[in-house]
């Protein structure tokens, strides 16, 4: 990719640059001339896809990935496929959080929780650099960890009891997940931080539904951002869709321009990209529209919308998704300067990689 992304930016079409800002799941495990991945990126040129093990809906266990040579030939082609250097993303976390399974041929992983208790940060270290190394021998670039959430509740559905924390206090979970992003570098490996602005004291999962922690989240749980970003460790966060009335009183976090662009922007003096949790999640999905939810989260902040189609039975389409952009765009909802902001910050972290 070019060095000069400003030159780059500016020989996009509108169509190709709404496009960066998507990060697709798709079906099937390969690319035949007539499949569905091979059609997206030749018609849509999407930024970049997620890939997952089991199709969610119809509880079928292969959908992406069958073995470390299936999975490095897809990505090969994909990438191979793609005019612009894909994102290919994965949830890699370690232990329970792992589509990369021993089951289909991977090494074991530990998860956070596992890492936390054991508490030696150069073995965190040691182990990122372990996943990692899967992740870079099946040409996956970016992982969506280290989890910076805290273990404040206990009965949490979706972050303690599935293992997915460092710990409790902040300066556990900043020093492992330090330990973390630099085990994620030494394989060049683009890591993401997440959930902001903290999913630790929910009980609730925001896959099935609205999820309010207002009365149980505290301002500790941005300790870990705000030491990240100024060391210059976090270079791409992922949002919570958590409702917070103390932060906005009206919108979730990944739709709130209080909480992207106030807290996180200005605040904490976030430049890097700013990814959403998946938008076909129910905490957005039950409750706003596509062209809505797109609308809302560009102002808000957000540059990546991940699209995962892996949660409900009607899959999102990229040229819904660009279309709806597009309309945005021409209404003069939002600028074409705004959606350049994005995609710069995309090129960008791209070139990195």
Not at 169 to 183: C, D, F, L, M, Q
Not at 334 to 347: A, F, G, H, N, T
């Amino acid at each position: 990719m070019p060095s000069n992304n400003l030159s780059t930016v500016s020989k996009l079409s509108l169509k190709e640059k709404i496009g960066q800002l998507f990060l697709m799941g798709f079906r099937g495990n390969d690319i035949s001339e007539h499949s569905e991945v091979l059609h997206m990126i030749n018609e849509h040129k999407p930024g970049g896809v997620i890939l997952f093990d089991k199709d969610m809906v119809h509880d079928q266990p292969v959908h992406n990935i069958k073995s470390p040579e299936q999975v490095s030939k897809l990505t090969k082609a994909l990438q191979e496929a793609s005019e612009t250097p894909l994102l290919i993303g994965i949830d890699q976390e370690g232990g329970l959080i792992n589509r990369l399974k021993p089951e289909y041929g991977f090494p074991e992983t530990i998860s956070h929780q596992k890492l936390g208790e054991k508490d030696e940060t150069d073995f965190t270290e040691s182990h990122s650099r372990h996943i990692a190394g899967i992740l870079s021998g099946a040409g996956i670039n970016l992982n969506f960890a280290p989890v910076l959430d805290l273990s404040s509740n206990p009965d949490s559905s979706i972050i303690a009891k599935r293992e997915r924390s460092f710990g409790s206090s902040p300066e556990k979970v900043t020093r492992h997940a330090k330990a973390y992003i630099r085990g994620h570098q030494q394989e060049k490996i683009q890591s993401c931080c997440k959930h902001f602005p903290g999913h630790g004291s929910a009980e609730g999962d925001t896959h099935a539904g609205f999820v309010d922690v207002t009365d149980t989240w505290d301002d500790r749980e941005l300790e870990p951002y705000k030491t990240l970003i100024d060391e210059g460790l976090c270079s791409m966060i992922m949002t919570a869709h958590i409702f917070n009335s103390k932060l906005d009183e009206e919108m979730p976090a990944t739709l709130s321009s209080y909480v992207l662009n106030d807290l996180l922007r200005k605040k904490l003096n976030f430049s890097g990209v700013i990814i959403s949790d998946d938008m076909q999640m129910r905490a957005i999905s039950d409750h706003y529209s596509l062209k809505e939810s797109l609308e809302k989260g560009l102002k808000a902040g957000l540059d990546i919308f991940c699209f995962g189609n892996n949660l409900l039975k009607e899959q999102v389409q990229p040229e819904d998704c660009i279309s709806a952009v597009e309309q945005l765009v021409e209404e003069g909802k939002i600028s074409e300067q705004r959606i350049d902001e994005s995609v710069l910050r995309i090129l960008k972290m791209k070139e990195r990689l």
